[in-house]
């Protein structure tokens, strides 16, 4: 069993920046592949950005790509996401998730465990 909670949401104006973090506690973090998705009103749970905790290979959405960073410190267990340049389509809920496993999967029904959600919203 593994526990996510995320942190690090807020306010924000367009062009901005925000820094998101999940702690992982239970099992090792060592284990997993970890996840950020992000779901606005109305509208479905998407992926954002994932990275295998031993690896170095990261995947992200087209939508974030050469805005956001996804990144980990082994000694806090905890994963970040760092957002930069903020537009108001970035306003969502966000979420943390994690899997058993080393392969990267991007579908919400790949992850198993999830924290609760931090919400950001970017005004224009």
């Known amino acids: 069993q593994v526990h996510l909670e995320e942190s690090g949401g807020g306010l924000v104006q367009a062009g901005g920046s925000l820094t998101l973090s999940c702690a992982v506690s239970?099992?090792?973090?060592?284990?997993?592949?970890m996840s950020w998705f992000r779901q606005a009103p109305g509208k479905e749970r998407v992926f954002v950005a994932a990275?295998?905790?031993?690896?170095?290979?990261?995947q992200y959405a087209d939508s974030v790509k050469g805005r956001f960073t996804i990144s980990r410190d082994n000694a806090k267990n905890t994963v970040y996401l760092q957002m930069n340049s903020l537009t108001p389509e970035d306003t969502a809920v966000y979420y943390c998730?994690?899997?058993?496993?080393?392969?990267?999967?991007?579908?919400?029904?790949?992850?198993?465990?999830w924290g609760q959600g931090t919400q950001v919203t970017v005004s224009s």
């Open positions: 998730a994690a899997r058993l496993s080393r392969v990267i999967r991007t579908g919400v029904d790949d992850y198993a465990y």
């Open positions: 239970g099992r090792p973090a060592s284990s997993y592949a």
């Open positions: 990275m295998y905790w031993l690896g170095t290979s990261t």
